[in-house]
């Protein structure tokens, strides 16, 4: 079993910045991908950004160029830095793990952290 606990959400100002960390009960060296969803009210969870144990990252279109996710393997913890906010951006975030095995595949979640980017 995997423990993924958010921090870093709150209210900022459009123009803002916060950084979200998702710190993980486990080694994420392995972890195949660790991911960052967000869910705004009455619409459904969507994939922010994506980091794999490479450490190649990939971010959802609307992002680009605002949001970046890195990971700290000594620290078990994965990093979401948002900047130039939008009120567009309100919503949980959630982080997720994705773990492949020879047997079955996994994905964790964490409780979500709540953004409100205030216009």
């Known amino acids: 079993q995997v423990q993924l606990v958010e921090s870093g959400g709150g209210l900022v100002q459009a123009g803002g910045s916060l950084t979200l960390s998702c710190a993980v009960s486990r080694s994420i060296f392995s972890i195949n991908a660790m991911n960052w969803y967000r869910q705004a009210p009455g619409k459904e969870r969507e994939l922010v950004a994506t980091i794999s144990s490479s450490g190649n990252t990939n971010h959802q279109r609307s992002v680009q160029g605002r949001f970046t996710i890195s990971r700290d393997n000594a620290k078990n913890t994965v990093y979401l830095q948002m900047n130039s906010l939008k009120p567009e951006d309100t919503g949980v975030y959630y982080c997720?793990?994705?773990?492949?095995?020879?047997?079955?595949?996994?994905?964790?979640w964490g409780q979500g952290t709540q953004v409100t980017v205030s216009s």
């Open positions: 997720n793990a994705y773990l492949e095995t020879a047997l079955q595949n996994y994905d964790y």
